[in-house]
């Protein structure tokens, strides 16, 4: 099981449109569709691409993440018209307003309420595929998404499951997040950092560096104890030849302190190909593993904090292997309007699981 993830069939910007217009195009092709409703303008357009050659064959279930009165205005002005864009291009949706905080006691309880959404989903008659577009969801409602519709894909015979992100990193640098106090794991990726055994664990700390998420990183590092070893994900190749420099640059002194981190001990993984991170994070698990066997508990943990392309293979991993994924949830966001303007939206496409891969050995 999940052996081919390695090697997905996956599909690059003009590649994407191509897949969707003659895979989608087939006539017995019904797809159900969970996306974003919110401030990002990348929420539109993973929906809009699909629903010109699905139609009224594509049924949609758009989340809302609500963090109470603290956003800016214009946000919710912005939510709203990608909210009623998103409820007029796919007629046969409907719009889940996520709470992302408790009112009670603000605990981080999104996940729980997405879960809660998907495993009790009735997929309309006829259902073939199933697509999870991350380009606009936060990663404590996208990685608990794509655990739940993973399971009821593998449960299921002949469905097929596919991620589709509209990715823009110079767009990420712009949405500024302030990020809660409170560190904990994803739903459902609390990984085995709980398991009892009887030699010491060793563990290592995955933080994937990202522009303006210092704060998030730092936070995640106070709560982290008894590190073996810190190995930051760096964005290279990247769009910008030079991002992993300014982050390195951004970081450094994190990265020459607390941190202590070997320049050996950094992993780069391409910003645009989410089956690269999996297989960096994947590699790494294996030596770790077999370096330490019998003499420590070897444990990754995870924090996918930047690109959702990356992000998107390092949750492979966390699913794949059980892996902890670390995270602060964000208490409001802001848009920096002296950021960089974006060129172009990347788009991809992953096939995560379905007929296609039956029988896969891997070699």
């Known amino acids: 099981m999940r052996d081919h993830w390695g090697n997905c069939v996956t599909h690059f910007d003009e590649e994407v449109e191509g897949f969707i217009a003659e895979y989608f195009g087939q006539s017995d092709r019904k797809c159900f569709l969970v ?33 109470g009165e603290n956003n800016e205005e214009v946000l919710r002005t912005s939510a709203d018209q990608n909210e009623e864009e998103l409820r007029k291009t796919i007629s046969n949706s409907r719009v ?22 998907l495993s009790g989903i009735q997929l309309p008659e006829g259902t073939t595929d199933l697509v999870l577009d991350m380009s606009a969801l936060s990663m404590g409602i996208a990685f608990p998404a794509a655990r739940i519709l993973l399971d009821i894909a593998e449960r299921s015979d002949g469905l097929n499951l596919h991620l589709m992100i509209a990715s823009n990193p110079e767009l990420d640098v712009s949405i500024v997040g302030e990020p ?5 794991s994803v739903r459902g990726f609390a990984g085995n950092a709980g398991r009892d055994v009887d030699i010491p664990k060793a563990r290592i700390w995955l933080p994937q560096l990202a522009q303006k998420r210092r704060g998030a990183l730092e936070r995640i590092k106070a709560s982290l104890t008894d590190l073996y070893k810190i190995c930051p994900i760096l ?47 994947e590699m790494l698990r294996r030596r770790y593993e077999n370096t330490v066997k019998d003499i420590f508990d070897p444990q990754l943990i995870l924090s996918p904090v930047g690109s959702k392309v990356m992000a998107a293979g390092a949750m492979m991993a966390a699913i794949k292997y059980e892996l902890t994924v670390q995270y602060v949830e964000v208490l409001r966001y802001e848009i920096d309007e002296t950021a960089a303007k974006a060129p172009k939206m990347d788009i991809v496409h992953v096939w995560l699981d379905g007929p296609i891969y039956k029988g896969y050995a891997q070699q």
């Open 35 to 67: 996306a974003a409703a919110g401030f990002d303008p990348r929420s539109p357009i993973i929906p809009n691409l699909l629903s010109k050659t699905l139609g009224s064959n594509l049924h949609a279930v758009f989340v809302r993440e609500e963090r």
């Open 96 to 117: 889940e307003r996520i709470t992302i905080f408790d009112p009670a006691d603000n605990a981080p309880i999104g996940g729980n309420r997405v879960a809660a959404v």
């Open 180 to 184: 809660g106090e409170k560190v904990q």
């Open 235 to 281: 964005p290279f190749p990247a769009r910008d030849p030079r991002r992993a420099d300014a982050l390195i640059e951004e970081f450094g002194d994190e990265i020459r302190g607390d941190w202590a981190v070997d320049s050996r001990d950094f992993m780069y993984v391409s910003e645009r190909n989410p089956l690269d991170s999996f297989r960096s994070i």
